[in-house]
């Protein structure tokens, strides 16, 4: 998001991205200019171009009146994002030709070193980026780039919801196992063992938000689990390690 911002521009926004998807800046809050240039030594007219970035990649709402505050997504909403994005997931694992190339595996090992060595650093920004970026390595494997793009747009769009679990050092540990069990099944041919870990991978971030907004988590909706052997499988592999 920020590649093509002036350098000064690009650190506002950089810095106010990770205090919100890390959970420094809740939900709800709202961001006041004159904090947030006292904070920067900016000018308002940078901070207010640092919130419509911010605004565009749909982690900040701005509205008359009231200015700028931390997206904050209902129950409801958290759900029905959730919903569209189990089943894109879970559609282009279904799509991916098993067991991919070797240098598919590769470069999802690499990204998943990447992420443990972020982790170990204490780097949430790259632990985020690395993350990001193996998913949508993995999903690419299906072939359907206008698939993956939808994918990255609800994965940006679920960004306040999901982020801030991997700061959480279990939760961290439990998406680098999933990572290894998902590179392990595309080694072999069983894509509803994938798909199923492609979508519960994502549960833990989505019930978490909803406790933190002190919403009562919904358990998973029923037509979205495929009950079978397989399914058993991949649910089990990652604590093996």
Known sequence: MTADLPEELAGIVTAIEDDIIFGRLPPGLRLVEDTLMARFSATRHAIRQALGELERSRIVTRERNIGATVRSYSQEEVLEIYQV?????RHAALMIHLPVPT???ARLETLNRQFAENGA?????????SNDAFHLTLFAACGNKYLVNFIADYMALSLPVRAKSLADAQAFQTSFR?????????RDQDNWALAQLCVEHVWPSKHDYLQRTQAVAAPPDDDLRMPSPSRRRARAEPAAD
Not at 85 to 89: A, F, G, M, P, V
Not at 121 to 129: F, Q
């Open 103 to 105: 240098e598919v595996i």
């Open 85 to 89: 994005r189990e089943l894109l997931q």
């Open 121 to 129: 650093r204490g780097d949430l920004r790259a632990v985020h980026e």
């Open 178 to 186: 999933q990572h290894e069990a998902m590179i392990r099944l595309l």
